[in-house]
């Protein structure tokens, strides 16, 4: 035809009514299937405390998603923005009203549904360690200590007599034997909580 030999184009048809009321835009979107990452900081797992007031520090990373709320054992906490628009800080204090093991459940969840939870367990011991003894002269200018400690809710961590601390293997009770030179015996016990007794145990003079 007239038209292809002298390399003219017909102008194409339109195939809808919509082609010129709505434009085609470029749409991204992000998919988000990551569950948040939740760091504590504090307190340590299965860490002893010789408070009922204990401090939590927490981070959370929505991993491509702003963090939407971070529980602790069910109750919501106040989320502190950070650098990283994704990353979140909780630095909260929570009370006991009793020693004991506790769980401490972390929950987080993002804007795009995903959750995650961490759990660990913290042991609170507010009681001194509580100790008995004996003193005897063993007849040869030397006397023998028999101690019995209690950490009376975390296991003992030191003993000291005369400023001398004694070998022994950790444990919620602990009895030593031990040989001393004077008939004074000055004795400190410390738990792993930091819990400390101190104390004394004396022969009278003949």
Do not use: C, W
């Amino acid at each position: 035809s007239a038209d292809s030999l002298s390399g003219a184009t017909k102008p194409l048809s339109n195939t809808s009514t919509y082609q010129e009321i709505i434009p085609f835009k470029n749409i991204i979107v992000f998919m988000d299937t990551t569950p948040p990452d939740i760091t504590i900081t504090s307190p340590d797992a299965n860490s002893y405390l010789n408070t009922r007031t204990v401090n939590a520090k927490i981070t959370v990373d929505g991993t491509g998603s702003k963090v939407d709320t971070v529980t602790i054992n069910g109750n919501s906490t106040t989320l502190i923005e950070t650098s990283d628009p994704n990353v979140v800080k909780v630095n909260t204090d929570l009370s006991f009203d009793k020693d004991g093991d506790f769980d401490l459940k972390v929950e987080a969840k993002d804007v795009a549904g995903n959750s995650s939870e961490k759990t660990i367990t913290i042991h609170i011991d507010t009681v001194n360690p509580t100790v008995t003894g004996s003193l005897s002269s063993d007849g040869a200018g030397k006397f023998n200590l028999s101690l019995t400690t209690n950490g009376t809710g975390s296991p003992v961590d030191m003993i000291s007599v005369n400023n001398n601390n004694l070998s022994f293997t950790s444990a919620e009770e602990v009895i030593v034997s031990e040989k001393i030179s004077s008939n004074l015996a000055s004795v400190v016990i410390t738990d792993k909580a930091g819990n400390k007794l101190t104390g004394t145990i004396k022969i009278a003079d003949p």
